[in-house]
């Protein structure tokens, strides 16, 4: 109503006049200015506000900008309004009211619009709080009493506050110098009762607390630091402040030192050094103030004294580059605040875990003992989640910088193990295994072996106790770093430190892998221990593994050999080769091991082992198998040459080999592959041919085995010869036609050794020996038509060998009673040349001695012989008597008489040959040469034997009178002819003859004077 009477232009004029001072015309309207402003302002705030209140009552936040920019130039306005009122000339207490009731409207209203951390919204509550602050300034009287002063000046602080807060420094600074003015007014002001004390005092420390605050935020540390010794300095007003005021101050003196806190650590150079220290001393101050609050269950003391103290030591941290005393302070703070969060209920917090972490590195800096620092880490572990990794990331990469202290990295471990399965065990056991894994590479590191294996030792005996298993993929990765760390130990050549870490692999933690990985584990132990020689512990270690793995095998020979004991070494071998996971390489390196340490036997055993893994079924593989042969033939010989060798045992060996070679090559021939292979077949022939010519000088009783090497190189020179693609050397067939006779006369020999010894001959082994007889003569004759043979001395041996086989057949005949075969036999030796003659008197002397040989067949027998001896004049006399006394005993047993005249014809032989024979020289005795080209026959032997002549003289004479008693008497007549030829070559033999032919001519006379019919035989003259 009072702004009525003013027209339009006048209220521009009179704005712009109050905007602008040097409006053009505003001098001369000066008087009227002083009267009419205070109504004209107080018109324009009613408009101002008038348009607002809708904004503020719908959204202030839609439109931001402008509601601002209103609410500040109502705030310039009620600042006129308080410049000019009281130059007006009217009541204005009125108006006052109203502004006053408007002021406090907009003031309560900011209360609602307060958002933390919301800009926009901090922005209106600090445009409110400034309007609503100028309009209740407006409404002021001019002496307000002390409880308005008291009001105004902390309304005016805390408008200023808000004015900082959002950086509008020259409205905050307006405001502090308008509250600077009602300090001074509240100074002078009297309290007569004493009853405002403590609100004066509250009001007071709040104007210096934001006069503080916006120097700093302005850098002006200077007045920031008076600020500060204000409220400071004077105690009594500090005593009675209420709780809720300290807290406030204390905040803000906080914040302040955060505030500088930030800038040193976002700038460390020399010149921000000294930022650290200020902060101390602002956060210093906080922890002074909220100390000597009584009411500590004020809601947010115990956050804010948190906040002070984490604050102060990282203030403390920081300051101590320039004073190294501020270590212990920064420890000592963060101890106090520990304890409290320690009994918070949010204790869990991440924000506490930053100071938990603080203190390790307070710790670190001024290099503490490990005991502080182990309860740091038990604290933080304690308070950690394991569900998170990054906890567990910061945990292990701390550990790591501490490594010189190794009882306490082993320990933090072992309590992080401990509170992961005691304490969250669901969710620890993801990470369990990343602890275990660092534990043991630090373990690895230290260089006490002894106290290493205690503490790796006692952490998995957390893990067991708790009956953990560890999965598969972690126990792989922990084996594979134990692995490591025992290699690493293996190559610098400590034996037993690198076993012990081997071993730890074995330990039940590490159980749900296979079996397998374990015995990995003790493998390597045992040999860590074979390196140390310490075999016992080696072996002991192995009788934990699987024995069906082929690696384990090999150590144990590995163990074996390294002792000596080829039996053992043996053993392990064979199990080796039978494993499912053998590999033949392993062999390989076990032959090389035998070599090395001069074992024979146990290469002779893994040379056959891995004889038995080569495929001869490919064609690479078969030359490789003979290579392996021929390798074992050589050592086998080695072997059975050494003094004391079990020859019984090694022979069958020895020949299974060869046979096993002449196999392979007989399966290459037909494959049309035996020329690749020549050289190895040529080593192959020799080798048998000379260790049998060698076994018949050197081996005793071994006549079999001889037989079989001379069989198998008989074998292997058809194969050879067969295999050249050029002529074969004729020694090759020299040595063809000696390896098969040697063999068919080894195996007669050993005939021969059971008839010696009494012993039956097996029937299958007299047939072989038949059938290689006939084999044998066979090739000998093939070689000998096929010209073969060059030498004259080479043919000759031959032709003795078919000879020589031909007796020998006799005698395999003889030894199985077959006698029509033997006929067939001497039938084919008096078939034979003349070169024969020793053949003749072998046979007769085998078919002689036998004395189950029946009548008819050594009739027969010596009766060819005898014939083919006479037809080629080659027999010896004393032989030739033998026979004939034989033969003629024969026939003359039977009786019948062809056959006495058989008998007859040869002593009539017989005789032949004693007069022919009986002027030799007795003192010869050298046997029968052949002398002149008529290849007569001169005898060089004794003469006929006495004896045999006595037995003719005898046996004509006995068969003369026999063949008289039945009437033969024309026969009887020849033979007492040839009994008194006879008696001329025997001694006395004159006197014989005299008595033979007297009894010839009495019984002569007797039979004819009985006789019907007489004859006069007229008795032989001497």
Known sequence: MLMRDVSAQEKERFQCSVCFPFYPGSVSWEHRLARWVPDFLFASHLDALISIKPKLAEDPLSALT?????????????????????????????????????????????????????????????????????LIEAGLVPKPPIETLIHVLQLASKAAASLSEISWNDEAASVLTCAAKYEEDLKITEDTQGSH??????????YYASRMEAASSEGNDGVADFMLQKILGNEQQLSILPSQDRFHLASRLLEIGKSSLRAAQDDVSALELGRSSESVKWLQSAFSVIERSDDQELAGTADLKRSILRSLARAYFLASADNPDNL????????????????????????????????????????????????????????????????????????????HYHDLVTAVHQHALRTGLDVERNSALIHIDRILLSLLFHC?????????????????????????????????????????????????????????????????????????????????AALCYIQQQDYAKASAVLQRCLHDEAAT???????????????????????????????????????????????KTLLLSILEELLQVVDTRTDHFQAEALTLIRCIIRLMIKLIGEPGANRTALFPTLLKHFHAAVSLIDNMRAQGRATTVAKDISWLWRTAYNCAVQGCSVWENAEKE???????????????????????????????????????????????????????????????VAERIKSCKICIQRVIDNEKLTKSEDMQRA????????????????????????????????????????????????????????????????????????????????????????????????????????????????VAVVEEHSTASDENDVGYLYAGRENTLTLASKIYPIDERHWLLGTAYNTGIECLHVSQVDEAKRWFELSTVVCRYVPNGMSRAEKISDAYTQLLARYTSNASTSKQVVPVTP
């Open 66 to 134: 402008s509601l601002v920019n209103e609410l500040r130039n109502i705030a310039a306005l009620a600042e006129s309004f308080a410049l000019y009122r009281s130059r007006a000339n009217k009541d204005w207490y009125s108006l006052a009211d109203v502004l006053d009731r408007e002021g406090v409207h907009l003031w309560n209203l900011s209360g609602q619009l307060r958002r933390e951390g919301d800009d926009e919204a901090l922005t209106i509550f600090a445009a409110l709080r400034l309007t609503g602050f100028r």
């Open 197 to 206: 004390q403590q609100d004066r005092a509250c009001a007071v420390v709040l």
């Open 328 to 403: 212990n302070r920064a420890e000592a703070s963060l101890n106090e605040l520990i304890v409290s969060l320690d009994t918070s209920f949010d204790r869990w917090s991440p924000e506490y875990q930053q100071v938990r972490w603080m203190r390790i590195a307070i710790l670190k800096r001024r290099k503490a003992a490990e005991s502080p620092l182990l309860e740091a880490f038990r604290s933080i572990i304690d308070h950690m989640s394991y569900s998170s990794e990054e906890n567990i990331t910061d945990i292990l990469q701390e550990l790591r910088t501490l490594s």
């Open 444 to 524: 690895s590191r230290d260089q006490t072996h002894f106290r290493a294996m205690q503490d790796v030792d006692a952490t998995l005996t957390i893990l067991s106790d708790a009956d953990f298993v560890l999965p598969k993929v972690p126990v792989m990765a922990c084996l594979t770093l134990l692995w490591q760390f025992g290699d690493r130990q293996y190559s610098a050549k400590r034996w037993l430190q690198a076993a012990d870490w081997f071993l730890v692999g074995t330990h039940r933690v590490f159980n749900s892998v296979p079996h397998t990985s374990r015995t990995k584990c003790d493998r390597k």
């Open 553 to 599: 095998h090999y150590v144990m020979l590995l163990t074996a050999v390294r002792q000596g004991l080829e039996d053992e070494a043996i053993k392990a071998a064979r199990g080796m080769a039978k494993c499912s996971d053998f590999d033949r390489n392993m062999l390989f390196l076990a032959t090389q091991l035998a070599h090395e340490s001069d074992m």
């Open 706 to 768: 001889v037989a079989e090497l001379f069989d198998v190189a008989r074998m292997l020179l058809q194969e050879y010869s067969d295999a050249l693609v050029t002529d074969v050397e004729p020694d090759t067939f020299v040595h063809l036609i000696n390896a098969f006779f040697a063999s068919v006369a080894g195996r007669l020999f050993a005939i021969r050794g059971h008839l010696h010894s009494g012993a039956s001959v097996p029937n299958d082994e007299a047939e072989l």
């Open 799 to 910: 032709h003795s060998f078919i000879h020589i086989l031909r007796v020998f057949e006799t005698e395999v005949l003889c030894a199985k009673k077959e006698w029509k075969a033997l006929l067939h036999t001497i039938e084919d030796a008096t078939e034979s040349d003349a070169s024969a003659v020793n053949t003749f008197e072998a046979i007769a002397d085998l078919v002689w001695n036998e004395k189950d040989c029946p009548v008819e067949v050594l009739f027969a027998a010596l009766e060819a012989i005898l014939h083919a001896s006479l037809d080629r004049m080659s027999f010896s006399v004393q032989k030739f008597s033998r026979w004939l006394r034989a033969i003629c005993t024969i026939l003359l047993s039977r009786n019948v008489l062809a056959d006495r005249a058989k008998a007859l014809g040869y002593v009539e032989q017989a």
